[in-house]
Structure formats: structure tokens, C-alpha cells
């Protein structure tokens, strides 16, 4: 059975990025919804215990056996165990200390996008122009090429064979408790709560 994981911070710990309120919402709420649903999906197969969620997520997305035939329960699955994998790894990107890249991995972003601030203002319009709900992400493809751009709705990319670095929530309830319709003063503020040293973890696999 997935459980919710440990969040990396307190509650209050990221203000006034986010409050205690939209933090708790969206963690307790919305996030434990997908635990829920996925652990409920699962055991329908007696599935859940035999694969971890990026497994599941990736059989989901390219129909392996021995889901069930129906097209929509297999998008039930994948969505779910998406959206539970990729709130975790949210939660992980986001740090009190905030910060800038360590060398080795500063170097590669300018190397990929120019220099720093190319790489956070392409990262910065790139959320901005995501229509609905949806994620930003910093990836690494199977070449160590660092790329940015956003997913529609649960999708990650697990699914593309990339390493994701580091990413942002989109969704509505991301923010709204905070920001309202000020989706893009929230994306800003993002940049000054970046746990860097997990995307620097997250740099160094294969």
C-alpha cells in the first residue's frame, strides 16, 4: 500500500512563498487524494504492493500486462499514480534556504541554456504559457542534455525517458489560496524557494 510521504518542511517553513493553509490544503488534500485512488486502483489487481510508483506509472502509460483491458481504467492508474508521484517530488524541490545551483550543475545550465538567468526566464515563460493545469519541469535527456518545458495535467517525464531536476506545480490548487489568479507572481517566487541540492541529486543519476 502507497502511503503519504514525509513532507521536507514544516507547514510554516516556506512563508510567505506559501502559507501554512496552501501548503496544508494542497498536501493533505489534494495529494493525499491521489494516495487514496491509487491505493484503491491497485488492490482492485492486487498490484500495488508488487511496484513502486514510478514502475506503475510507466507500465500504465505504455499499457502493460496485466492491467485490465479498458482503456479508462488504465488512465485511472496512470493518472493517479502520476499525480502521487509527482507531488512528492514537488515537495521535494521546494526548500526554506532557497538558493542557486552548485558549480557542476550551474555550469551545465549555462552550458544548455546560455547562462542562469536565460535558464530561469525560459523556465519562468514556459509556465506562464501553460494553458490549464499542467507542471514545469527542468530535465535531463538520455544524452545529459538539460531541457524545459511542461506537461498537461499528471504527465512527467518518467514517461519520456528523461531524469526530471526540478519542478513546479500549475495546478490551480498549487496557489490559489495564496495567489488567486496571480499565477504568475507565484511561478516567480518559485525561483526563491528551490531546494537546489535535490536537483543536484537528482543531476548526478544515470
Known sequence: ??????????????KPFLSKEQIKAHYKGHHFKYIN????????LNYGQRRDLETLIIS??????????????IKQIYHN??????????WKCLSPKGGKPQRELYDVICRDFGNYKAFKDLFISESMDRFGSGWGWLAKDEHGKLLVYTTLNADCPLTRGHVPLL??????????????????KYIHNFFSYINWDFAEQQFKKD
Open 60 to 73: 500504465a502509460s505504455s499499457n502493460e500486462p496485466p492491467y485490465d483491458p479498458d482503456t479508462s481504467y
Open 37 to 44: 485512488k491509487i491505493n484503491e486502483l491497485t488492490q482492485e
Open 81 to 90: 499514480a502520476a499525480q502521487a508521484w509527482n507531488h512528492d517530488f514537488y
Open 1 to 14: 500500500m502507497f502511503k503519504l510521504p514525509k513532507l521536507p518542511f514544516k507547514y510554516n517553513e516556506l
Open 167 to 184: 519542478c513546479i506545480d500549475l495546478w490551480e490548487h498549487a496557489f490559489y489560496i495564496d495567489y488567486r489568479w496571480k499565477r504568475d
